[in-house]
């Protein structure tokens, strides 16, 4: 018992020497507190707890090792500005040297490149999403090889796409989608054979998507959708059926046919070809397609026959504006068990609705089925939908009483014109936000409404703003 004060005395000393907790390096301090001083504006105090003084690795959107900072996460709520912050991107950042993540997401910051990250050694991570930085990606980005991702993932990036971006070869994520880079993609790109994830969507960017898919053998994510790309769809995207699970090359300008080697793309989850200029047919080997989910061929020039799927179930289909003559809605599509969008405008559609039975309708989110011959009635299908956002009919024989149709709380759009839709218009289209029931059979007084003239033209005895006064 008599040793009792000296192992006291042991225990006070290791904790003296070993502060249980350390505060983080000075230059990381001053680092963040740089960044911190040119924000302008944080409404929601993201940054209330980065007090000088205080311990720098309790800080939110911090995490240390050995009281240095790693990785400085802060993000914000896409539909929420009182989430975001504003200014700029401090380059003071650059003090904290052994910072290997930067993930900087849905906020308001602006600002060219930030020229902060070729002082950082160790940076292998960077996602710096839905922001607002603009100007040109340097030339020296290229200098960054050390880097695993990169993420500029909706900007406003100008100009064309480095191409020394091809002297990144530990990339496994490239993502300069959603900005305003102009030119054509680098060939050397096909240096980055560690990729998984190549996305360059929504860019001005043109010329013919280069042949050099065979350099990417570890490839699950291709997104090239919404630019000017032109010619056909290259045969060296063969190459990655193994294990490619996104295809994403809609809103483009590429010509001629759907190649046949899709359907060897035994992994495909998405595969988006929309607007574009594809002709011919639809190959039958999309029939081996057995785990898409997410099908998109709309607003190009293909014509019959189309394939028979082999799916358990799809999630998303659009087939509109072709040249299709499908007279039926597809059996694997009436079967699927998750379906929530089903879009076949202009498919030459020839049936009953009420006779159409799908095996779910509890996850019907869109349905459009404009410019086809369909009669009947779409009450018994939509009155079975709790979470319906859109239905658009235009263009058919639908007859039915519309005060029998069921106006749920999620539903915004609502396209019944050009049918033979009769009976008073129901006060529950107020609340949406696009509505079209012009050149129908309806009658008596309207609602209020925000909707124009234009919605409500061309029926029987219709009255009330925004159309004449009822008598």
């Known amino acids: 018992m008599k040793n009792l004060p000296l192992l006291f005395l042991a225990i006070l000393t290791f904790r003296c020497l070993n502060p249980v907790s350390a505060a983080c390096h000075v230059d990381d301090e001053a680092g963040l507190l740089a960044f911190k001083s040119a924000i302008t504006a944080d409404p929601s105090n993201k940054l209330s707890s980065w007090i000088k003084g205080t311990d720098c690795c309790t800080w939110a959107g911090t995490n240390c090792l050995n009281n240095r900072v790693t990785s400085l996460s ?3 709520q896409p539909d929420n500005p009182s989430t975001y912050l504003s200014g700029k991107i401090s380059p003071s950042l650059s003090k904290l040297k052994f910072l290997n993540g930067i993930y900087l997401q849905n906020l308001n910051l602006s600002g060219p490149f930030p020229d902060l990250l070729f002082g950082l050694p160790d940076l292998k991570y960077v996602y710096i999403e839905h922001n607002k930085l603009s100007g ?7 200098n960054l090889t050390q880097l695993e991702a990169l993420s500029f ?5 100008t100009g064309p796409i480095p191409s020394s971006i091809s002297k990144l070869t530990r990339l496994t994520q490239l993502n300069l989608g959603g900005n305003i880079l102009t030119g054509s ?3 050397g790109i096909q240096n980055l054979k560690n990729l998984t994830l190549f996305n360059l969507e929504q860019n001005g960017l043109s010329g013919p998507i280069p042949d050099f898919f065979t350099s990417f053998p570890e490839l699950r994510v291709l997104r090239l959708s919404g630019n000017y790309f032109t010619g056909k769809i ?5 190459a990655l059926a193994p294990k490619l699970a996104y295809l994403e090359l809609g809103h483009n300008a590429l010509t001629g046919q759907i190649p046949d080697f ?9 595969l988006n070809l929309a607007s574009n200029k594809l002709s011919g047919v639809v190959p039958q080997k999309f029939a081996n397609l057995t785990k898409i989910f997410n099908l998109d061929l709309s607003r190009n020039y293909l014509t019959d026959p189309f394939p028979e799927l082999n799916v358990r179930g799809i999630e998303s289909l659009d087939l509109s504006y072709n040249s299709f003559h499908l007279k039926q809605i597809p059996k694997w599509v009436t079967s699927s068990p998750i379906i929530y969008s089903l879009k076949l405008a202009k498919c030459g559609i020839k049936l ?3 006779d159409w039975k799908p095996a779910e309708t509890y996850f019907y989110d869109y349905i459009d089925l404009s410019e086809n011959e369909i009669s009947g009635s779409p009450v018994g299908l939509l009155n079975r939908t709790d979470f319906l956002v859109g239905f658009w009919a235009s263009g058919n024989k639908l007859k039915f009483d519309l005060e029998k149709l069921r106006i749920v709380k999620t539903l915004k759009y609502l396209d019944l014109s050009r049918n033979l839709v009769f009976g008073k218009v129901p006060s529950g289209v107020s609340g949406l936000e696009r509505l079209n029931v012009s050149h129908n059979h309806l009658c008596g007084p309207l609602p209020a409404t925000k909707f124009g003239a234009s919605a409500f033209l061309g029926n029987d005895c219709l009255c009330g703003a925004p159309l004449d006064l009822c008598k």
Not at 153 to 157: A, G, I, K, L, Q
Not at 234 to 238: D, E, N, Q, V, W
Not at 264 to 270: E, G, P, Q, V
């Open 74 to 76: 802060l993000s914000g």
């Open 136 to 142: 040109r990606i340097p030339n020296t980005i290229g």
């Open 153 to 157: 993932y909706y900007n406003r990036f």
């Open 185 to 187: 993609i680098p060939s």
């Open 234 to 238: 290259p045969a060296s995207i063969s």
């Open 262 to 270: 899709l359907g060897n793309f035994k992994a495909l989850d998405t």
């Open 352 to 354: 009953k609705l009420d």
